[in-house]
């Protein structure tokens, strides 16, 4: 069993800042990566950022130069800093695991259960 908690969505005026947070916790024996997902109204659910075990990152073309995504190992959290956020970036954004439970020794992939983020003026 395995939980992500995401922290940090909320109303933002266009070009402002927000920093998403994720925190996965239960029966992990490791984290081969985690990343943001976004889902806009009428729209399909989209790759934000993914970073792995080994640090490598992948980005939407849109949020690229933009949002950063950061780990942090001991406390099996992933960051989303989002700057210089447009009215298009607003989705609820979903947190994903790709977890090695300690009970199931496969790895699985795990959702949060998602958090608004509105850009708006």
């Known amino acids: 069993q395995v939980q992500l908690v995401e922290s940090g969505g909320g109303l933002v005026q266009p070009g402002g800042s927000l920093r998403l947070s994720c925190a996965a916790s239960?029966?992990?024996?490791?984290?081969?990566?985690m990343g943001w997902y976004r889902q806009a109204p009428g729209k399909q659910r989209e790759l934000v950022a993914r970073?792995?075990?080994?640090?490598?990152?992948n980005y939407a073309d849109s949020v690229k130069g933009r949002f950063t995504i950061a780990r942090d190992n001991a406390k099996n959290t992933v960051y989303l800093q989002m700057n210089s956020l447009k009215p298009d970036d607003t989705a609820v954004y979903y947190c994903?695991?790709?977890?090695?439970?300690?009970?199931?020794?496969?790895?699985?992939?795990?959702w949060g259960h998602g958090t608004q983020v509105t850009v708006s003026s």
């Open positions: 994903n695991g790709e977890v090695v439970s300690s009970t199931w020794g496969a790895s699985q992939g795990y």
């Open positions: 239960g029966s992990i024996f490791s984290i081969n990566a």
């Open positions: 970073i792995t075990s080994g640090g490598s990152t």
